[in-house]
């Protein structure tokens, strides 16, 4: 399968890659989140990822297609970015009668520098560059075979299990560049400070073989793609919910779960587009000229105004915006970073940082913090538009890399506010609701038989997935599966009080969901 994606793109741009470490404390990866940005010839690819364990000596390795320029990203972009596009279902009431049911609802799902030069060391490894990154200790290099690759990052004491080798081999037998990461032994655990790649590529894949190493069943997988256009997965599948399976009555607290589940049905590698418009979006949300005066920061020699300015100022809050605050203007004992950090003036006669230097300081934010975001909030706007894709994955189903790529041709705008309309009568006296029609924003109507029972629903067995499509970088794509119709059919069983007749017919349309999924793959393969 990944000789094939290779094939299909010779210069695909990787992200995330695998997080190992020793086979006494196993750390999983609990989310992956990924920002990819096509910057003209080249591909800029931010990481980041939480990991759940008690190991902080954990090590990861990502593959390139060519020899990458890292730098420090910033958590605000993601934190963002997914605020900025979050989907919302809202359930719009519309009541006759006596009374109101006043439930309208609205819920939120959610929120480097070279040392080295290129060297051959003499055992099949050659070390193209090294140093330091954010918390991390980085290597770039080359190997002759995998065996050569994990047995030299297992001496420089990146804790790698032995297996990792077959899942390595195809990328180096490829050619691929490797960026291998240490956390630094001083550092906390917790989230993983994101990393930034920039290289040359004409795609973006995720080499999600390496992450099969330590991960946790359904790994959620958010994938941001910045470009001329919308963006779309290449060599995976497409996935449109169905509508009539999300808990309208519960604020869409399950719509996760149904993506799970629909890329299941698609066979189990599929995204889901959750937003895709333009960055307009994301206008002023990592910065904006004026944010922050560095020339004013410099000149205050007393610490506590100078991070209040700082903390106030509208910049976006991040992990590496709270530690370097913290290092220069370290907080009370016995006050947490939060704390300090919400009302700096409250402890004003209580912080000692006797060796303050407002040049120093003002420096490191700049170049840390100010350069970092102003790079990003840069890349966005030239852009112009903004996708959200999301799956979730099991490890055997991690076979092959998920690669994406920029598509003009097909619709560009997908809303991330999703409504639908509560149509009840109720009693003129009493206002007890007597009955009950859920309408979808596609013109099905779900009438109740029971209008107190809004878990009536759940009984019927739908497809999840309204359409899988197979898309690409040019055309409208093929659908590969359509239950539009089948949905209809069901919306009129279920108003005539035929639950029975709409679970059979959802029950029908289940197997050959498998069947149309199984046979893609196979032709895939």
């Given at each position: 399968m990944i000789h094939f994606a290779l094939a299909l793109l010779p210069s695909p741009a990787y992200a995330c890659g695998g997080m190992f470490c020793d086979a006494v404390v196993p750390v999983d990866q609990a989310a992956e989140r990924i920002v990819f940005t096509f910057d003209g010839p080249d591909v800029v690819t931010e990481v980041q990822i939480t990991y759940q364990g008690q190991d902080d000596d954990f090590a990861w390795v990502v593959p390139v297609p060519e020899e990458p320029e890292l730098f420090a990203s910033n958590d605000a972009l993601f934190t963002q970015m997914a605020n900025s596009t979050v989907p919302t279902y809202t359930l719009q009431s519309d009541s006759t009668g006596g009374g109101s049911l006043g439930c309208a609802q609205d819920m939120n799902l959610s929120a480097s520098k070279d040392s080295a030069g290129g060297f051959e060391d003499g055992d099949?490894?050659?070390?193209?560059?090294?140093?330091?990154?954010?918390?991390?200790?980085?290597?770039?290099?080359?190997?002759?075979?995998?065996?050569?690759?994990?047995?030299?990052?297992?001496?420089?004491?990146?804790?790698?299990?032995?297996?990792?080798?077959?899942?390595?081999?195809?990328?180096?037998?490829?050619?691929?560049?490797?960026?291998?990461?240490?956390?630094?032994?001083?550092?906390?655990?917790?989230?993983?400070?994101?990393?930034?790649?920039?290289?040359?590529?004409?795609?973006?894949?995720?080499?999600?073989?390496?992450?099969?190493i330590a991960t946790i069943p359904d790994l959620p997988i958010e994938v941001f793609v910045i470009g001329e256009s919308r963006a779309v997965p290449d060599n995976y599948l497409h996935v449109q919910l169905n509508e009539a399976a999300i808990n309208w009555y519960g604020g869409g607290n399950n719509a996760r779960a149904?993506?799970?589940?629909?890329?299941?049905?698609?066979?189990?590698?599929?995204?889901?587009?959750?937003?895709?418009?333009?960055?307009?979006?994301?206008?002023?949300?990592?910065?904006?000229?004026?944010?922050?005066?560095?020339?004013?920061?410099?000149?205050?020699?007393?610490?506590?105004?100078?991070?209040?300015?700082?903390?106030?100022?509208?910049?976006?809050?991040?992990?590496?915006?709270?530690?370097?605050?913290?290092?220069?203007?370290?907080?009370?004992?016995?006050?947490?970073?939060?704390?300090?950090?919400?009302?700096?003036?409250?402890?004003?006669?209580?912080?000692?940082?006797?060796?303050?230097?407002?040049?120093?300081?003002?420096?490191?934010?700049?170049?840390?913090?100010?350069?970092?975001?102003?790079?990003?909030?840069?890349?966005?706007?030239?852009?112009?538009h903004l996708t959200r894709m999301i799956t979730t994955m099991d490890a055997e189903e991690m076979t092959a890399d998920p690669i994406f790529v920029l598509n003009a041709d097909i619709e560009q705008d997908v809303s991330q506010s999703h409504i639908a309309i509560d149509h009840t009568r109720n009693a003129f006296f009493s206002g007890d609701v007597q009955a009950r029609t859920l309408e979808l924003a596609d013109g099905r109507e779900y009438k109740f038989s029971d209008p107190q029972d809004t878990n009536s629903m759940d009984a019927v067995e739908l497809p999840v997935a309204l359409i899988i499509e197979d898309l690409s970088a040019t055309g409208e794509g093929t659908i590969v599966f359509d239950g539009r119709e089948d949905a209809k059919a069901d919306a009129v069983a279920f108003s005539g009080g035929c639950a029975s007749e709409a679970a059979d017919s959802g029950a029908i349309v289940a197997p050959v969901l498998l069947l149309l999924a199984g046979a893609l793959r196979r032709r895939r393969g």
């Open positions: 099949g490894v050659s070390v193209v560059s090294e140093g330091t990154v954010g918390p991390y200790d980085t290597v770039v290099l080359q190997a002759e075979n995998a065996d050569t690759l994990i047995t030299w990052l297992q001496e420089q004491g990146y804790n790698l299990p032995d297996e990792v080798e077959l899942v390595v081999e195809p990328y180096v037998a490829s050619g691929q560049y490797f960026v291998a990461l240490k956390l630094s032994s001083d550092k906390d655990t917790g989230d993983l400070a994101p990393l930034g790649m920039r290289y040359a590529a004409t795609a973006a894949s995720i080499p999600i073989q390496l992450t099969s149904l993506v799970a589940r629909a890329a299941d049905e698609a066979g189990g590698q599929a995204f889901a587009t959750e937003f895709s418009g333009s960055t307009d979006i994301m206008a002023n949300q990592l910065w904006f000229d004026g944010m922050v005066d560095v020339t004013y920061l410099a000149g205050l020699t007393d610490p506590i105004s100078w991070v209040e300015s700082i903390v106030f100022s509208g910049i976006p809050a991040s992990s590496q915006l709270n530690a370097l605050l913290t290092d220069f203007v370290p907080p009370p004992s016995g006050v947490d970073d939060v704390t300090f950090l919400s009302c700096p003036s409250c402890y004003s006669g209580q912080v000692s940082a006797p060796d303050f230097d407002p040049v120093v300081a003002t420096e490191a934010f700049r170049v840390e913090i100010v350069e970092v975001l102003h790079d990003q909030q840069k890349r966005i706007d030239a852009a112009g």
